[in-house]
């Protein structure tokens, strides 16, 4: 991948870190996690909005706008994958399937690189996944 698509995906999963700080949980069903999708593509629609129809022409009204839409993006990114972690947590305990295989491959990286909440559900799941065995066995 190019630099500049490094960059930005470093900027996501900084914020999806920060999220998930400020939001640890995440809704269960499905149409309400969409529903905080949509939100921050709302914002995103409403920043370059304000972008589109600005009437000044000061260069730094434009980059504040500009940066604007930009964090919204990021934002908007973040959510959308948070969406897409949670849907397979969701498919890999119905489907007992381990945790961390599920998530690697979504975001392509060590189970190291994740949010901690991550993790720590990892862990939670793989534990628990233990113990069944164990008291199966």
């Not at 870190?17 to 400020?22: P, T, V, Y």
């Not at 000061?58 to 849907?87: C, D, Q, V």
């Not at 990286?109 to 909440?117: E, S, T, V, Y």
């Not at 939670?124 to 069944?132: R, S, T």
Request: aromatic letters at 6%.
């Amino acid at each position: 991948m190019s630099d500049r698509v490094d960059e930005i995906f470093a900027e996501v999963k900084a914020e999806i870190e920060r999220a998930q700080k400020l939001h640890p949980d995440w809704p269960s069903d499905l149409i309400h996690a969409a529903a905080i999708v949509s939100e921050e593509a709302g914002e995103l629609v409403k920043a370059v909005n304000d972008y589109a129809w600005c009437k000044t022409d000061t260069r730094e009204a434009i980059r504040a706008l500009r940066a604007e839409a930009r964090k919204e993006a990021i934002h908007t990114a973040a959510t959308a994958i948070r969406f897409l972690i949670n849907l397979e947590v969701t498919k890999a305990e119905a489907a007992n399937v381990r945790l961390e295989e599920i998530i690697n491959y979504i975001i392509g990286q060590n189970l190291k690189h994740c949010p901690p909440a991550v993790r720590n559900y990892c862990r939670k799941i793989e534990e628990k996944a233990a113990n069944k065995e164990t008291t199966d066995g």
